[in-house]
């Protein structure tokens, strides 16, 4: 049995492999960038009027001059017009490019037309007022988007802006969840008294999606022959494997012996925490195996542990961080493991994110989870733990609605 | 022009009903749940073993017995066993029937066996020890998700357990996107020197896919009669339209008296905010229209503070409360203008949320939109914001990875 930190090193030390495609833009949602964005041109790509209203000359301004005739109009989407007379002034719109002998941009709400003359109504205005220069957001040439930057609406603006329909990404692995026991019906079948419904592989795959992996889902059954042949004949057709149930101690746990028996290295087994001791990790040539403990909530915080940090890794998102929060009641916990407690995530007008723990009957109470939204983490060399001490927490739901 | 608080009153005021579908559970990520979701039969189904090893009689333990000969085992997916001499033992695995007279459960780690024989080394048990009690989690009949919910992972888990492979949810409103601007050129061209590539649409296309939302999308030209022809012809189909840009004081901006010519009600036009001042609100019949500016951070300001609240409450979602942020340095902002200030969202290991500032060049700088991550909310009645002090945020992509 190793340390939480100790499982981690070595989830870590195995991340998967498995390349780049390209996709289109509008499919790019939530993926991982894996190429430069580059800027295509200067960002404004020419000085930029800012503000509807009429360019002039400053110098004209600063001389005293404060009423101007309109001697025609830029529109946004024109050529660039010129201000020929510097005593007169043009009808310029946001978006347009500013007019060569234009040098100050007055807003219509700060100008009185009439008969196609404008009066500038302010007495102060700096030069370049209201423009938007050339190069000065972002030059050509530039990096506007690094590898590795999860794809959300603001980096498939930019993506646009610069013409960008495809763009490369890492590719995501090809998955295969099995749930195993006797005990396990499908959802759309009615139990016996002593039978339950499959629940495991449902979380798990919407997991997965979060991420754009559709995974395959079968399903065996205790049975050490039928486990060895399905497993072997199967998983040569995928990049990662995730099973849940059937590494306990239990009499009819075959799956860490039938995954040695069709040659998947182990690299761990049981770790020091609560829920989730019997996790099994292991690997085959390039493939990895996640294999969770069977009931629900200990796959559930496997899952969310291990494996997704595991996978953003793996597919070189540079978001890895967990953000932490504060326990508004003490608590205590004694087994010599690492408590991964369930809480739910208040986000307090103080700035704090405030931690409060929804206690369930262990492993077994799915239906806790979704009274809660979080694993706070609590180290194993401690038994108490103080209301007002913060820790770090795994999200399991998306809290703030990015 | 209004206060942010008001405009958001007036969005508030004007809900989307577009009615609920019924979906399979396996497309039902991130959509809100519209009815009840109650437990089929008691959670767990039946007195359940939490552990691999050894049931008995608990009075037997109190006796003083402590080695227990093994007469059958009870396997998870098994009918309910029978310890018929309470002398003696079973094996009993994880997620099995409790078997009539077993009142405890002994883990294989707190026994040595050998021969048929069950050692127990521990000196005290209690009575129900690793056994899950029929309906402790749960009963029969009770509501497990309330409608409202938004669906993750959790939330897919409990529909599985109960059977509930099809649920019901808020439909979706079909929806359409508009761009104006003789200025922009679509994605895949090369814009001459005076114009610029369509981005907006492409920012919100993925605010709306983050809610499974596929919208149509089209492209107007500023001129008047086009415009108006277009829109009348096109918003028939939809429940809701998005546009963006011609809403300013330019000459060319026709949108607000084109939709005013095909009969849309105008329910305010520009709030006291920056970014995002021309925002133009209206509706026609049950139909809703947000006019966004034509700036790529006014825009997705909009699209951010007002837009995804107010689809939030109309698919009656319960998850609607803003997050908080302290300011890492002090902030002058002089005009009477709520200020939607761009920062990066860092979850500090004291458990405060810090938002860092990130001065862009005002709302054409749509690269800096990557570099923040949020929009904080500056109050319009004073001018200086001091580093410590706390304000609501809207986060614009996933920053707690759920």
Redesign the interface.
Known sequence: MIAVEDALKIVFAHLGHWGTEEIS??QS??RILQEEIV?DRD????N?V?M??IGLNFDQFERGQRVFEIKG?A??????KELQDPSSCL?V?????VPTGVDVVV???DLEIEEGKATVLLSNLYRNQNI?FKG???HQGIV??SSG??I??????????????KISVSRLPKTLIVSS????VD?????L????????V??????L??YKIQPSVMHLN?DFNEIVKRLESEITDYDLILLSGGV??????YLPEALSAIGVEKLFHKVKQRPGKPFWFGKKDNKLIFAFP???VSS?MCAQQYF?PWL?RSLQSS?T??????LVEDVHFKPDLTYFLEVKII????????AYPVK???????????DA?AFIQLPSDRNDFRKGE?FPFI????????
Chains 1, 2 share one sequence.
């Not at 026991?181 to 396990?184: A, F, H, I, S, V």
């Open positions: 833009l509008d949602l939530g800027a960002f404004p790509p020419f930029r800012t509807d209203g109009e529109p946004a989407g024109g050529l660039q009808e719109m946001t978006g347009a490019i807003r219509y709400e938007h000065s957001d972002r506007i988007l930057k999860c959300s609406a603001s980096e498939v603006g930019v993506c646009a802006t610069v013409g960008k329909n026991g006797d005990e396990l959802i759309d079948q009615t139990p008294s002593h039978q339950i419904r499959r629940s495991n449902y979380r798990i795959a919407t997991v999606e979060s205790d306990s101690a239990g009499k009819f746990d069977g009931n629900p559930f997704k953003d978001k961080e967990l953000p932490w929060a504060e986000f307090h007008p103080s700035g704090k994110i405030k369930g009957n262990g492993s077994g109470d799915l239906a806790n989870l979704v939204d913060v999200a399991y739901r998306n809290l703030i609605h990015g």
